[in-house]
């Protein structure tokens, strides 16, 4: 815990004028984004007596390390910079609302040249026509196909829309009247994009007056007796009358606007938007988000705002923006919105009439929507805390491990040894921070050994980085490094065994040497590490308080016997073996038991199944990939189009093998140097070992047919031929 005090900046060195400023930890990580009409007065506040300060404001400071400022022209600069760094460095102490979902719009391609009709989430794109969000994609749907009738706009994939073009035949919607069929001629580009241009007129509110020219034209058709038209343009109204009752008019004057409330306690708000065009609601949206700063309910809106129009630009800022209470000062905020929009903004609170109606009932949610969080969330919160203590206790620790990273090897019988590192932070997974690792310091199978590499990694680029920051001053410290394999140069740690700083780009292949990979699980996010002196990411430069290892006594004892050969000695390491659940501690014969329904012990099963889980998909994905390797991918200049023209011209690699140069010639594309290549590379590569039926024991490498070089167990997974079919116990 740092004293305020020790980063003070020293009197008048603070300007009095606008600004944004950043607080930094130990680690030159930011952990809090400001802004200030005036930067001495505010920063000022900061550094009071403790006693004085809110407990989330005291924590803050005594968590921070330095402080530092940007000077800026106005308050409007200043707000714009603050949104910047917050979404670029993502501060724990900034209000950051956490959006469960991607909401979704209705979205209208018409930057192509037949516009698409779609549900889009994410991001938006230039060209793209938005409506709503809208609560769920179902609703979006019902609406799309009420509303093809009228306005049969194309709404099939690229794919789709050129099978048809190349058969000439349209998809179902064009024979059934839902589109205009424009995949096959039916309808000019020109006309589709007018019928796009209505549809959304229509979604934007304007449809007053294309009803009644419908009611108008269907007049017409009776008085001249054309019945079938005119029952065609009545059922046309009703359509459209259906998909608008869909949406109850809220405010009678077509207002366009957003109502945004806040329903808070001490430690957490929850916010809802109604999103308002042409009267009628057209979305819903809302967020929850922990109070980690002393905040009122003016800078929670206004921290919204932030969220909701940071990145949004013209109509999708509405004319009025109804808020419960105004930001402080607002009228910085104000003309943000109106840049924004790029005509004026109104942000008000409601005092009367249909909107403050309106606004009571998105208050009523919001306060719904924090009851439903605060049930959900109760038992959690309370179960991670008490693991967590629970742990501490049992190992002996200071304080509970707010982080917690485990480690696991797997291997397939001594092949493709590969590592785990999983994190855990206040008992919550933090997949952005997996990373993974291939054993490249020995072959063959040594649990113990490949933990004892792992850790000695990945520590030895922590201490890279604190020597890069300056944070590493202990004496003898630079004998520590060398003696590990580090040595320094131009004040820089580098590791023979891993890549330099222009390698680390390539991390996201699996195939590279870099000791971390980018994440190929699906469930787990991108791999982005933690945070440079800047404040953005890098890898490694945070420690945990826990180190978790996969195995009992002697991967424990490879653990710490690597830490110690680092120097680290203030990070605690146990092991959680998997026959008996026990709790290995380095310095202990004997393990530490926790109670079957031990809180701490299920977290702790928790982190060691998910370091197994990470481990083995990464194995398994390595042994896949080298399963479906080939001689001919050694060929250099040998592309997927030729390798499957021989292939399929000789049937096999083995006959690809037994042929002769002239041979290979035949196959169309290739001349005589690459066939005498593709010989060459053939009869140097090993041969397969012989494929085997796995249920019947039968070699199968003297049929006509050459069978593959490899076979699947009943799950699908790939063994090599000759492996068993059951697998447990061989792949960990």
């Given at each position: 815990?740092?004293?305020?005090?020790?980063?003070?900046?020293?009197?008048?060195?603070?300007?009095?004028?606008?600004?944004?400023?950043?607080?930094?930890?130990?680690?030159?990580r930011v952990i809090y984004v400001g802004k200030a009409k005036s930067l001495r007065q505010r920063l000022a506040n900061y550094f009071q007596d403790l006693a004085g300060l809110h407990p989330r404001t005291r924590t803050?400071?005594?968590?921070?390390?330095?402080?530092?400022?940007?000077?800026?022209?106005?308050?409007?600069?200043?707000?714009?910079?603050?949104?910047?760094?917050?979404k670029e460095y993502d501060p724990r102490f900034n209000v950051k609302y956490r959006d469960d979902k991607s909401y979704p719009y209705l979205a209208v391609t018409m930057n192509e040249e037949f516009p698409r009709v779609q549900v889009m989430r994410g991001h938006k794109k230039?060209?793209?026509?938005?409506?709503?969000?809208y609560g769920h994609a179902w609703a979006i749907r019902d609406t799309v196909d009420l509303l093809l009738r009228v306005f049969p706009v194309r709404t099939c994939s690229a794919g789709v829309f050129k099978n048809a073009a190349r058969t000439g035949r349209p998809c179902l919607l064009g024979y059934i009247g839902k589109c205009s069929a424009p995949c096959v001629g039916r309808i000019s580009p020109e006309d589709h994009g007018e019928l796009a241009d209505e549809f959304c007129d229509f979604m934007a509110g304007r449809t007053g007056t294309y009803l009644r020219r419908l009611e108008k034209q269907m007049t017409e058709a009776a008085e001249e007796m054309e019945y079938e038209r005119a029952a065609r343009l009545r059922d046309d109204i009703e359509a459209l009358k259906k998909a608008m009752e869909k949406n109850a008019v809220v405010l009678a004057d077509a207002t366009d606007a957003d109502l945004i409330a806040v329903a808070e306690d001490e430690l957490e708000a929850a916010v809802q938007i109604f999103h308002v065009r042409g009267g009628r609601v057209r979305g819903q949206r809302g967020w929850?988000?922990?109070?980690?700063?002393d905040v009122t309910t003016g800078a929670l809106v206004e921290h919204a705002l932030q969220q909701l129009y940071g990145e949004e630009t013209g109509d999708a800022v509405p004319k009025e923006v109804?808020?419960?209470?105004?930001?402080?000062?607002?009228?910085?905020?104000?003309?943000?919105?109106?840049?924004?929009?790029?005509?004026?903004?109104?942000?008000?609170?409601?005092?009367?009439?249909?909107?403050?109606?309106?606004?009571?009932?998105?208050?009523?949610?919001a306060q719904q929507s924090l009851a439903l969080h605060k049930t959900k969330r109760a038992s959690d919160l309370t179960t991670r805390s008490r693991a967590l203590e629970e742990i501490a206790d049992a190992l002996d620790l200071d304080s509970a491990p707010l982080r917690i990273e485990c480690y696991d090897i797997s291997h397939l019988q001594g092949d493709d040894v590969v590592a785990s590192m999983v994190v855990f932070e206040d008992g919550l997974q933090r997949k952005s921070e997996y990373r993974r690792f291939q054993i490249k310091g020995f072959a063959g199978q040594d649990d113990v050994r490949s933990m004892h590499e792992v850790i000695t990694r990945r520590f030895r680029r922590y201490l890279a980085e604190k020597e890069r920051t300056g944070e590493w001053v202990e004496d003898g410290a630079e004998g520590v490094l060398a003696a590990s394999g580090v040595t320094t140069a131009?004040?820089?740690?580098?590791?023979?065994?891993?890549?330099?700083?222009?390698?680390?780009?390539?991390?996201?292949?699996?195939?590279?040497?870099?000791?971390?990979?980018?994440?190929?699980?699906?469930?787990?996010?991108?791999?982005?590490?933690?945070?440079?002196?800047?404040?953005?990411?890098?890898?490694?430069?945070?420690p945990p308080q826990l180190v978790v290892v996969d195995g009992g006594r002697p991967q424990v004892a490879a653990a710490k016997r690597a830490l110690d050969e680092l120097g680290i000695d203030d990070i605690a390491v146990c092991g959680l073996a998997k026959r008996l659940e026990e709790v290995w501690l380095p310095e202990d014969d004997d393990p530490v038991v926790l109670p079957r329904t031990s809180e701490g012990l299920y977290l702790l099963q928790r982190v060691r199944d998910e370091a197994h889980r990470f481990a083995i998909t990464y194995q398994r994905a390595k042994r896949a990939k080298r399963f479906r390797s080939s001689p001919l991918d050694d060929v250099p200049g040998l592309g997927e189009t030729r390798k499957q023209a021989l292939i399929k011209h000789f049937g096999s690699v083995k006959k690809l093998r037994s042929a002769t140069i002239e041979q290979i010639q035949e196959v169309p594309g290739i001349g005589r140097k690459t066939a005498e290549t593709i010989a060459v590379a053939l009869a140097q590569a090993a041969p397969a070992a012989p494929a085997v039926n796995t249920a019947t024991g039968e070699i199968m490498d003297d049929r006509e047919d050459e069978a593959p070089e490899t076979t699947a167990d009943a799950s699908g997974e790939p063994v090599p031929a000759g492996a068993p079919d059951d697998r447990r116990g061989q792949e960990r």
């Open positions: 815990m740092a004293d305020p005090s020790s980063y003070r900046p020293k009197p008048g060195q603070i300007p009095d004028s606008p600004g944004v400023y950043r607080f930094r930890d130990e680690h030159r803050m400071v005594t968590t921070a390390a330095s402080v530092e400022w940007t000077v800026v022209s106005t308050e409007v600069e200043a707000l714009q910079l603050e949104y910047s760094w917050i230039k060209g793209v026509r938005y409506f709503g969000p929850v988000t922990d109070k980690v700063e109804l808020v419960p209470a105004l930001p402080e000062p607002v009228e910085p905020v104000q003309e943000w919105l109106t840049g924004r929009r790029g005509a004026n903004v109104s942000l008000r609170i409601p005092q009367r009439g249909d909107k403050k109606a309106l606004m009571e009932t998105v208050q009523r949610n131009a004040g820089v740690l580098t590791d023979p065994g891993t890549p330099t700083a222009s390698e680390t780009h390539s991390e996201a292949h699996v195939e590279t040497n870099d000791e971390t990979h980018g994440d190929i699980d699906p469930d787990a996010g991108p791999v982005n590490g933690f945070k440079d002196e800047d404040g953005r990411p890098k890898k490694f430069a945070y």
